[in-house]
């Protein structure tokens, strides 16, 4: 019924109509985790913009792709229906496409959500080629994509796709393998942004498979006996170079270990000769 007495609009799936709240559902495979500090007390539906909705063949309620916190607050207030614009005839990839174009516009989402979003697409586009090419590797090595800032867990979600689309997918299977061979896997400040940074600009040095390998057993055989903060340190003292810098230090320091000019016993020394301590 709801379907039928709509505002339909000429040679397209959109339509305009009033819906009730509780045929609305929303798919946490591509839907970011609702809001905690919502407010309630205060809702002009006026005031609202529409919601819009993906109505799925066959089915007998909604899906939410962007609006649930405006329909939330509404039935907190007393409202159960809302006026919401519809396409007709979607599928779960469609919807999580539409929900992640979000981000082309007024709104951002989360790196994380945007992520999901793209994952649940389905392939529909290079974001979401990107994203589940990402997803696999991940999955391949045990890294946790969550949102999360923990150890074990991708922290740098947008350099990941970002290095695939820079580098390929060679290039970050290649980083994800001398993190898991180094036993780096489960120690802090690993899958951010700066870190995977370091290693792409060290994979993209070399010239010759035999020249990845070469630099992944160096910089795995150092790893083994360090950690990304003692890294750090030995990058300020050497090159006396502020926060501010260290990504260009940090590069500049994995360069030397994996070409062989930079040693673990060189960064034990300074480390333990200089008691250094930085901070982000």
Same mark, same amino acid.
């Given at each position: 019924?709801?379907?039928i007495?709509? =505002?339909k609009?000429s040679?397209?799936?959109?339509?305009?109509?009033?819906?009730?709240?509780d045929?609305?559902?929303v798919?946490m495979? +591509?839907q970011?985790?609702?809001?905690?500090?919502?407010?309630? $007390?205060?809702? =002009?539906e006026d005031?609202c913009a529409m919601?819009?909705?993906?109505h799925? &063949?066959?089915?007998?309620?909604?899906?939410?792709?962007?609006?649930q916190?405006? /329909? +939330?607050?509404a039935? &907190?207030?007393g409202?159960t229906d809302?006026?919401a614009e519809i396409?007709?005839?979607?599928?779960?990839? #469609?919807?999580?496409?539409m929900?992640a174009m979000?981000?082309?516009g007024t709104k951002r989402? *989360?790196?994380? $959500?945007?992520?999901k979003?793209?994952? /649940?697409a389905?392939?529909?586009?290079? $974001?979401?080629?990107t /994203?589940?090419?990402?997803k696999r590797i !991940?999955d391949?090595?045990n890294?946790?994509v969550?949102?999360?800032?923990t /150890?074990? *867990?991708?922290?740098?979600i947008k350099?990941a796709?970002d290095? @695939?689309?820079?580098s390929?997918? =060679? !290039?970050?299977?290649?980083?994800?393998?001398?993190i898991?061979v180094?036993?780096? *896997?489960?120690?802090?400040?690993v899958y951010?942004?700066?870190?995977?940074?370091?290693?792409?600009s060290v +994979?993209?040095? !070399?010239? =010759?498979?035999?020249?990845k390998r070469?630099? *992944?057993?160096?910089i795995?055989?150092?790893?083994?006996?360090?950690? #990304?903060?003692?890294?750090k340190?030995?990058a300020?003292f050497t +090159?006396?170079?502020?926060k501010h #810098?260290i990504?260009?230090m940090?590069?500049s320091?994995?360069?030397?270990?994996a070409?062989g000019s930079i @040693?673990?016993d060189?960064?034990s020394r300074?480390?333990?000769g200089?008691?250094?301590?930085v901070? $982000?």
């Open positions: 019924t709801i379907l007495n709509a =505002d609009r040679g397209r799936r959109k339509m305009i109509a009033r819906v009730p709240i045929l609305m559902e798919d495979t +591509y970011r985790e609702m809001k905690n500090n919502i407010v309630v $007390d205060v809702f =002009d005031k919601l819009t909705l993906g799925r &063949k066959g089915e007998k309620i909604f899906w939410i792709i962007d609006g916190n405006r /329909a +939330y607050a039935l &907190k207030n409202i809302l006026d396409f007709e005839g979607t599928t779960l990839e #469609e919807e999580a496409e929900f979000q981000n082309n989402l *989360h790196a994380y $959500d945007l992520f979003s793209n994952v /649940a389905g392939g529909r586009n290079k $974001d979401s080629k /994203a589940i090419s990402v !991940c391949k090595y890294v946790i969550d949102g999360s800032k /150890a074990g *867990h991708l922290t740098g350099e796709q290095i @695939v689309n820079r390929g997918i =060679d !290039c970050l299977e290649w980083i994800f393998n001398v898991s180094s036993g780096w *896997h489960t120690k802090p400040n951010t942004s700066r870190t995977m940074a370091t290693f792409e +994979y993209n040095s !070399c010239q =010759d498979i035999i020249t070469y630099y *992944h057993d160096n795995s055989n150092c790893l083994r006996k360090t950690d #990304e903060s003692e890294i340190s030995y300020m +090159y006396r170079g502020n #810098e990504r260009k940090m590069r320091v994995m360069m030397g270990i070409n @040693v673990y060189d960064i300074v480390n333990n200089n008691n250094i301590l901070t $982000d």
